[in-house]
């Protein structure tokens, strides 16, 4: 099964900005470049929710609350591959332990939680108004 670490999470002020990083391992027959990884995050409180996603295609996918605001990136340069998130514009509402996860296959969209079969421990990222 593929490990995965997130770190990156911190404390900032609204409207500043962080990244958080993936970095996977663990890897055994499929090819590292479709494996699917997204961010997840859960706030005190709520359900877990879809961020971002590269999918098994390559392509990108954010939610709503999100968008223009967050890149999701993969860096697929080496063999185990890392997962970016950039996130500009920070709001107290972004306040949640950020979750990586990774499946062999996704597309078409956010994928589910309960459709990723590995994950990381969470990285915590507070923002303060």
């Known amino acids: 099964q593929v490990q995965l670490m997130e770190s990156g999470g911190d404390s900032v002020q609204a409207g500043g900005s962080l990244r958080l990083s993936c970095a996977a391992s663990?890897?055994?027959?499929?090819?590292?470049?479709?494996?699917?990884m997204a961010w997840f995050r859960q706030a005190s409180g709520k359900e877990r929710e879809g961020v971002a996603v590269?999918?098994?295609?390559?392509?990108?996918?954010?939610a709503d609350s999100v968008k223009g605001r967050f890149t999701v990136s993969k860096d697929t340069a080496k063999t185990e591959n890392t997962l970016y998130l950039q996130m500009n514009n920070l709001t107290p509402e972004d306040t949640a332990m950020y979750y990586c996860?990774?499946?062999?296959?996704?597309?078409?969209?956010?994928?589910?939680?309960?459709?990723?079969?590995?994950w990381g421990k969470g990285t915590l990222v507070t923002i303060s108004s």
């Open positions: 996860a990774g499946v062999l296959y996704c597309t078409g969209g956010l994928p589910a939680d309960s459709s990723m079969d590995s």
């Open positions: 663990g890897y055994t027959s499929y090819t590292s470049t479709d494996y699917c």
């Open positions: 590269v999918d098994s295609y390559g392509r990108t996918w954010y």
